[in-house]
């Protein structure tokens, strides 16, 4: 696989995830329901509250998995 190849499947992957809030156990207190806004990373629903355990998250989280499917070949 080219370097170019990797570059862009780990940029795409990076991309997904942000550091944002969501609705932890729905429906929100604005539907009529008890779930709570939390920060952290809306696509894996992971809380977390600075900046530096996001960059953890992408770092130990995100970028060994995609490794693992590109070394696979399953991407």
Known sequence: MKKSEVLHALQSEIRRHSFDTFVDEPPSV????NGV?????????????????????????ILP????????GSE
């Not at 604005?30 to 329901?33: E, I, N």
């Open 37 to 61: 806004v939390v920060p952290g990373c809306p696509t894996c629903r992971k809380r977390f509250h600075t900046m530096a355990q996001f960059v953890d998250h992408l770092a130990d989280d």
């Open 65 to 72: 998995g995609v490794l693992n499917r590109l070394s696979t």
């Open 30 to 33: 604005a539907q009529g329901g």
